[in-house]
């Protein structure tokens, strides 16, 4: 039962666009969610964070918005650069059991 | 900044062998958690101690057990090894409390022939 999905497997974007990586989950306990970053032979590298209370937050290229109500995040990077090309882990814990639950990742390839 | 470092990186073993893995926290972390990834897969869950206590438990076999010392430092020590064991594993520190973000260490790659 994958309870964070991230439905699409790799995304495209030339350099200087905006980038959209999009995650849902299912479980109405979970009130944390991050992004990671991981690249080959490396571990997942912390990105931005947001909690339930908030529906955005923003951190220089990168924002992330949270729509609790349809259960859905996004990680909005602008603008993309090649060095962003890496896959892209969403993740969310609950207060309750502070484990990270991950989704399944999106590889994002950024062409010049 | 100091980050959290795990060693070995690689690993390779053999079947009904046993193997310590040992990751160092980040200074002033409290919370470690140990995280296994299997090839294609997403990381999953195993088992995470705060203040050397064991905190919560995921899908962590019996074979396995970890434990979390003075130092802060932690060891996921595995037994009996399998071939479906084989992956990559990765530790996470905190600090404790709510909303504290995991941070990684490159991980563990351990292969079992």
């Known amino acids: 039962d994958q309870q964070v999905k991230q439905n699409s497997p790799s995304l495209s974007v030339q350099e200087g666009r905006i980038s959209i990586l999009n995650c849902d989950y299912t479980?109405?306990?979970?009130?944390?969610f991050l992004w990671y970053k991981k690249y080959p032979a490396e571990g997942p590298t912390f990105l931005i964070s947001?909690?339930?209370?908030?529906d955005k937050n923003e951190d220089g290229r990168f924002t992330v918005f949270l729509n609790k109500s349809a259960k859905h995040l996004s990680l909005h990077i602008v603008p993309s650069q090649p060095g962003d090309s890496a896959v892209y882990f969403c993740?969310?814990?609950?207060?309750?059991?502070?484990?990270?639950?991950f989704g399944t990742g999106t590889r994002l390839l950024v062409s010049p | 900044a100091a980050g959290v470092i795990q060693s070995p990186r690689h690993l390779i073993k053999e079947k009904r062998e046993t193997a310590t893995l040992k990751c160092y926290p980040i200074p002033r972390h409290d919370t470690v958690y140990w995280y296994q990834q299997g090839p294609g897969q997403d990381p999953q869950f195993l088992i995470s101690?705060?203040?050397?206590?064991?905190?919560d438990k995921g899908s962590i076999p019996d074979r396995f057990s970890a434990q979390q010392f003075s130092d802060y430092h932690s060891e996921l020590n595995m037994s009996s090894l399998e071939l479906g064991d084989s992956a990559l594993y990765f530790c996470?520190?905190?600090?404790?409390?709510?909303?504290?973000?995991?941070?990684f260490g490159d991980g563990t790659r351990l292969s079992i022939l």
């Open positions: 993740a969310a814990s609950a207060t309750s059991f502070q484990k990270l639950v």
């Open positions: 479980n109405s306990m979970f009130d944390y």
């Open positions: 101690f705060y203040e050397k206590m064991q905190s």
């Open positions: 996470a520190s905190s600090l404790s409390g709510s909303n504290q973000p995991q941070h």
């Open positions: 947001i909690s339930s209370i908030k």
